[in-house]
């Protein structure tokens, strides 16, 4: 018997998660059909109920979803829990849904163990106040950064969000025009690379030796990875290995298997091209 699963979303026709499961299944011998369903607003909650009640074990969601996958969970994980937010659910056995969120999970993990770039200790500069920054606050400061500054468009929702977090290391928010000193991490967690656009960034803030990292991914590199490049960072990474790594513990939380993403990554950078 295969076990189905699937992403919701809305757009979805291009999401990438179909075939990263699908090569986990191949990898791993599981026996998973994996598949993207695209929700309309206002039906996200019936069509995840449709799915489980007709024999689907799980689901990932994705924008513009996953508060309402939030809402929806009847236990969540700790990460779900604080970034008020959903990414996977798991349909158990008992009935109940368990709602989880990986997406801080991959980050850190594609950051420390696929570019070997330690956390800890060092001074992170996160960009952007949405769904994508708060999924991935608390993995990111519970790797003991020095110190986390969240920077935003909209000052007031960057202030807001690290007063929410203030308890795991040294955090604070403000406007893009507050941002001074130098960081040896950047991150892009706004919309703007989608656009094609830059966060306005002031000259000489990535510190020597630093790296930059775009959530975000294209065929072509972003507009923020061209940006670290001209900085000229250490790395400047995009975001299709944060991707992969967070579809992996949701793999794992489904089945109890851990897939090798190496191989799978790679096959990936080389069927985007560019
Ligand atoms: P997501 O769930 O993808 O994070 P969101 O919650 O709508 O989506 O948040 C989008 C983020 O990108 C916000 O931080 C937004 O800034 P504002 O809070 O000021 O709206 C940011 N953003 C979007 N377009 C941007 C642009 N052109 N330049 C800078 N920031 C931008």
Redesign the pocket.
């Known amino acids: 018997m295969v076990d189905r699963y699937a992403v919701f979303g809305n757009p979805i026709a291009h999401s990438k998660s179909p075939r990263i499961h699908n090569l986990f299944a191949q990898q791993t011998g599981e026996s998973v059909e994996y598949s993207a369903l695209l929700s309309e607003p206002e039906e996200f909650a019936q069509d995840v109920m449709m799915f489980l009640v007709t024999g689907g074990k799980g689901c990932n969601v994705t ?1 513009p979803f ?1 508060q309402e996958a939030w809402e929806l969970a009847d236990e969540l994980s700790a990460y779900a829990a604080r970034a008020k937010a959903v990414n996977t659910l798991a349909f158990r056995d008992d009935g109940t849904l368990y709602g989880a969120n990986t997406d801080g999970i991959g980050i850190v993990r594609d950051l420390q163990q696929n570019h070997g770039i330690a956390l800890q200790g060092q001074r992170i500069l996160l ?8 999924g991935v606050l608390q993995p990111l400061l519970e790797a003991h950064p020095f110190s986390l500054f969240i920077a ?3 000052a007031a ?1 960057a202030t807001e969000l690290a007063q929410d977090f203030t308890e795991f290391a040294r955090v604070a928010g403000g406007g893009f025009d507050e941002i001074s000193g130098q960081f040896d991490l950047i991150i892009n ?4 690379s ?2 094609g ?1 830059l ?1 306005p960034l002031p000259a000489g803030c990535l510190a020597e030796g630093g790296s930059t990292y775009d959530m975000m991914y294209a065929a072509k590199p972003t507009a923020f990875v061209q940006w670290g490049r001209a900085q000229g960072a250490a790395k400047a990474l995009d975001g299709l290995g944060m991707l992969v790594e967070q579809a992996a513990e949701a793999f794992f939380i489904w089945r109890g298997v851990r897939p090798d993403t190496a191989p799978i990554l790679a096959q990936l950078r080389a069927e985007l091209g560019g």
């Open positions: 924008v996953k960009l952007g106040a949405g769904g994508a920054v708060r935003n468009r909209t929702k967690g706004t919309a703007a989608l656009q656009d966060p």
